[in-house]
């Protein structure tokens, strides 16, 4: 009688019939091994739970001129969802960025999905990383940006500068605040 071990248990079992399920085959056990390290490597990137890595919360920004909101720069990565001027201000990896708050198809509010740890449209799916890159989707372009600036430990929102990732690729991707 040979002895092996079952992959859904560390008691060894003395052959395939007195443990039905138990043995795994080859390829499904280094299918658990590489979901297994895929989800490491997603833990390890967020640094913790998706919905801990990337608070979200909700406040309007102070006029500072005539269409330019200033926001205060999140403490850590996260996103600040203004909905009267309809702006998303988010850090990712020490960067700061000032979207629109519409999806780019068909201008729907996007919405935070916590738990894939992504902006989503709500009428047709598309999604869109934290610093609003294309993920997939009916959208055909990235989340639109607006120009910002720096002062102090505020962010400036130019809301009459809106840049599309597909007409204008340098300034969308120049509009962003290293910090």
Known sequence: MSRFLSVRSSEPVSDASSCEGCATSRREFLGRISLGALAAAVSLELGASGA?????????????????????????????????????????????????????????????????????????????QPDGTFISGRATRNMDRFAVQRSGDTIVVDLNRLFRSDQQAAQWASAVVAV
Not at 52 to 58: H, L, R, S, Y
Not at 92 to 117: I, K, S
């Open 52 to 128: 801990d890595a990337f608070p979200i919360t909700f406040a309007e920004g102070t006029q500072v001129a005539a269409n330019q909101r200033s926001y205060p720069i999140p403490a850590t990565d996260g996103a600040t969802i203004d909905k009267t001027d309809e702006v998303i201000v988010a850090r990712v990896h020490q960067q700061v960025f000032a979207f629109n708050l519409a999806c780019p198809h068909e201008n729907t509010a996007l919405r935070w999905r916590a738990e894939d740890v992504r902006f989503q449209c709500p009428r047709h799916g598309s999604k869109y």
